[in-house]
């Protein structure tokens, strides 16, 4: 087992890892930019290093920075976590090469599922199905009108080096094409260096579902079934859950017999993701393979009762799994939402700023990864993301309503948040009845505005608590032995139990 683990990451998921280091009995270390001196991610850790200022390619991205800090600290593995360097495949060769371990897969089957074309190639090759395609683009517009005609309208313009929606681009009508492929090309290479691009069929009000595997050293490989990840903006995922509620036995066979098919055709070890997009006849595509933890894991951890983080680490010190495909059993239904620091009314655009009062839900079946507390700057260097909130109930409805309920007891003042979007997403009839797609937002929520009145609350609570707990500290007759939660405070007060 290893001594120490540096955490190449910030925010939510680098407490997450922190704490399981933790419970493993392993020191961990944590990197942090200029701007984060004071994240909560710093002091979750039992060491911390600065590796630069605020800009990511000075500090999270800066490779050498980071193997600098992991030999000064004596680490002897480095997790990458998601994001920044987690897909990068000369990070792992780097920390390989430094005689350090890298907590995930090798930098050989980083590289091949990274290339989106190569990926492709080599999952078809296996026998996994993928949608019609044009891998290498004429420059020339007439060679590429030509081409995309043959393939048929519309089409999906994609990086072929990176994902996340840069680079992405749909085209229905054959005269947006030229435009559409130069600007996709440009903002490509402005994200990823590479302004390669591929084009391929596009499918009208497919689902996003993608299978958990892992896989040992040892030739042994599972599956932890699939998570649908169809509510999105902005090509990016805002609400996660597992099992799918359109996967049956037939299909979730069909699914998770290609994710191992996939993660074998690169000899794929630790913990990956392979994503799909199923047809509303439920015919299914390859999509990509994410080769790390996924932001969404939580759901996984919940319905299979694993914690993946522990899993990986055993994985990359050697261990064989513990279990085989036969001992695993799920359970139940779990969501997941995201909580950004963002305007859903104004196409979803950061609100970065200073939190000031924040209370996070609590109760059984409820679990929130923070990256933040109370008086925290969000920066405005970073992702907008301030913590995942995720439940756990025995059937699908349950978690929904749970979810709903968490939703409506998480505070967060100081910065617009897209809290209240996202319980009207779970409110909305068409998510309860299990009917999403990945245009699920722009169907049902094109100009969605919040009406206030949960801000109005909110701010209510504030005030009230803030009045409240300095009369209780000062010992002010009649609340001296009231110390309350905001909510309690505005319960309390709407209530006539206490006078504002």
């Known amino acids: 087992m290893f ?29 942090y930019s200029e701007a984060d001196r004071t994240a909560p991610h710093v002091r979750a850790a039992d060491e911390a ?65 990274g290339d989106k074309t190569e990926a492709r190639a080599l999952v078809a090759a296996a026998g ?5 395609a044009l891998h290498n683009p004429p420059a020339d517009p007439a060679g590429l009108a030509a081409s995309a005609q043959r393939l048929g309208f519309p089409l999906l313009i994609k990086a072929a080096a990176g994902g996340g929606g840069k680079g992405m681009r749909v085209v229905r009508d054959p005269d947006e094409l030229p ?58 995922k805002i609400v996660e859950e597992s099992p799918s509620p359109i996967v ?4 979730r066979e069909r699914l998770t017999a290609a994710a191992i098919v996939a993660a074998r ?17 439920g015919e299914f595509y390859f999509l990509e393979m994410n080769t790390r933890l996924q932001v969404e894991h939580p759901v996984t951890e919940w319905v299979w009762g694993l914690d993946l983080v522990h899993e990986q680490v055993r994985v990359a010190t050697g261990e064989p799994l513990r279990f085989r495909q036969d001992d695993l059993r799920p359970r139940g239904h779990a969501i997941e939402c995201r909580v950004y620091a963002e305007d859903p009314a104004e196409n979803f655009l950061p609100r970065p700023g200073r939190i000031v009062l924040l209370q996070e839900p609590q109760g059984p079946g409820v679990r929130v990864d923070s990256g933040i ?9 970073y992702d907008p993301m301030l913590a995942k909130l995720s439940v756990w109930d025995v059937d699908r409805d349950a978690a929904r309503r749970r979810m709903i ?20 997403v779970l409110q909305h009839p068409a998510f309860a009845a299990g009917d999403t797609h990945t245009h699920f937002i722009e169907e049902h929520f094109p100009r969605w505005r919040h009406d206030g009145s949960q801000c109005e609350l909110a701010a209510i609570a504030a005030a009230l608590h803030t009045v409240l707990a300095a009369a209780a500290t000062t010992g002010s007759a009649g609340v001296r032995a009231f110390a309350p939660t905001p909510w309690q405070t505005l319960g309390a007060w709407r209530l006539g139990q206490r006078e504002p």
């Open 3 to 31: 001594s120490k683990i540096l955490i190449a990451n910030r925010g939510e998921i680098a407490v997450r890892i922190a704490r399981a280091c933790r419970e493993m009995g392993i020191a961990s270390v944590a990197i």
């Open 49 to 113: 290093v600065e590796v630069g200022p605020p800009p990511s390619r000075e500090s999270y991205l800066n490779i050498e920075a980071i193997l600098a800090a992991a030999r000064t600290t004596g680490a002897d593995a480095i997790h990458p976590g998601y994001g920044f360097l987690a897909e990068n495949a000369p990070f792992a060769a780097a920390v390989h090469n430094g005689g350090l371990t890298f907590i995930g897969p090798s930098a050989k089957a980083i590289a091949a599922m």
């Open 128 to 132: 996994v199905p993928v949608l019609p």
């Open 179 to 236: 435009d559409a492929f130069a600007a996709a090309g440009r903002e490509a290479e402005a994200a990823f260096g590479d302004g390669r691009l591929f084009i391929e069929r596009y499918l009208e009000r497919p689902r996003h579902i993608e299978v958990q595997v892992l896989a040992d050293a040892h030739d042994h490989i599972v599956h932890l079934g699939e998570r649908e990840c169809s509510v999105q903006r902005r090509h990016q």
């Open 248 to 251: 049956g036995p037939a299909l």
């Open 265 to 281: 055709s690169v000899g794929y070890t630790n913990a990956g993701t392979v994503e799909f997009l199923v047809s509303p006849e």
């Open 373 to 381: 507390r109370a008086d925290y700057e969000v920066p405005v260097h």
């Open 405 to 424: 309920t968490a939703l409506r007891e998480y505070l967060v003042l100081g910065v617009t948040t897209s809290l209240p979007f996202l319980i009207d």
